[in-house]
């Protein structure tokens, strides 16, 4: 019998078990054309065989899970004592498809405390519905992370951003969701986390509190700020309208990404931390003189350019954390 809530109930039918479907067997016309629900993608059995084979392949279980942005794969690269693995050899993982991310997963360890970094993250644009693109955030839960670090390059819309600056977010306007879209759309599994989840306090304070000290200490402070980051769908960068539109609803900094990772990470009760650097400033006037339309190989330069103050930032963060008492069971185990 299976359990799962796409069959439950029909298990005397014929060519209604999921697995009389997988097979393609006695589907109706109707069937055939209905897309399978986001949640449906990735079952939570699929989700542990995954972060199995990285712990077990690793030999470690992390306690931090990074997510690096365009062009902010040296965040990996600081991982000592790293596993590497390419997405291609992870069973069920996409690949990545957009310059600027490698497509590898590093586990190691990052100022004493065990980390897994994704070195190129998934994007609606790329065609993966976006439970597919936070499907690695859900691994990273089950492999025994608390903490979800998620950095993107974003474009300013902020008139007070400067090109370089980072931008901690303390909240999102998720625009995808405006448009009906979420990567916990479908049947909810109640092991990862509730049908109705909360996303008010999403960003951890204390967790931002720690990087606006850190920002001092590195003499950063006056190219930092806390905002409010967007993501719309992409891959095209924004017209003027639409930049007007999120800067009336209060948004800082947009990108294509991220949200829907917090909201899984949320999900499963994950805290979150997530910044921005700030890749280009957004021009919202018609009559801008300055030639600012957005690219993706600027996104990538200035990401080269800030990646020592992110890497700074991300490292002296981390060693705060790992400076602390495990909170869950999850993370008092340690070893594999
Ligand atoms: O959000 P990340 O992955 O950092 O990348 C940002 O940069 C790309 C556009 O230049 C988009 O993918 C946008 O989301």
């Not at 298990?11 to 016309?29: E, H, I, M, Q, V």
């Not at 936070?134 to 089950?142: A, E, F, I, Q, Y």
Request: aromatic share 6%; with cysteine.
């Amino acid at each position: 019998m299976c359990s799962r809530d796409c069959c439950s109930g029909q298990t005397g039918k014929p060519g209604n078990s999921c697995a009389d479907k997988k097979k393609g067997k006695g589907l109706s016309d109707e069937e055939k054309i209905v897309p399978t629900p986001q949640s449906l993608l990735y079952p939570y059995e699929v989700i542990q065989e995954i972060a199995d084979f990285i712990v077990k392949g690793s030999g470690m279980r992390p306690r931090i899970g990074i997510i690096c942005g365009s062009g902010l794969g040296s965040l990996a690269d600081i991982i000592q004592d790293a596993k590497v693995f390419e997405y291609e050899k992870i069973p069920n993982f996409p690949v990545s498809t957009v310059e600027g991310h490698a497509g590898k997963l590093v586990v190691g360890n990052l100022e004493g405390a065990c980390v897994m970094a994704m070195q190129g993250r998934f994007h609606f644009y790329e065609g993966y519905p976006l439970a597919k693109c936070s499907m690695p955030v859900r691994v990273m839960k089950l492999c025994g992370v608390e903490y979800l670090f998620a950095t993107n390059a974003a474009g300013g819309i902020n008139p007070k951003y400067m090109v370089g600056d980072i931008m901690l977010m303390h909240d999102h306007v998720n625009m995808l969701g405006f448009a009906g879209n979420s990567p916990l759309q479908g049947p909810n599994d109640p092991r990862f986390g509730p049908r109705f989840p909360a996303l008010v306090n999403s960003y951890n304070k204390d967790l931002i509190n720690k990087a606006l000290e850190i920002g001092k200490a590195m003499g950063i402070e006056s190219n930092m700020h806390v905002g409010v980051y967007s993501c719309l769908g992409g891959p095209t960068y924004e017209t003027i309208a639409e930049l007007k539109a999120l800067r009336l609803m209060g948004v800082d900094a947009v990108g294509m990404s991220t949200v829907h990772e917090v909201i899984t990470a949320r999900h499963c009760d994950m805290k979150v931390f997530a910044f921005s650097l700030i890749t280009n400033k957004c021009s919202i006037e018609y009559d801008d003189k300055r030639d600012q339309e957005a690219n993706h190989e600027e996104v990538m330069a200035v990401a080269k350019n800030r990646q020592k103050a992110c890497c700074e930032l991300v490292s002296r963060l981390i060693r705060e954390i790992h400076a602390m008492p495990p909170s869950g069971t999850q993370a008092a185990k340690t070893g594999v």
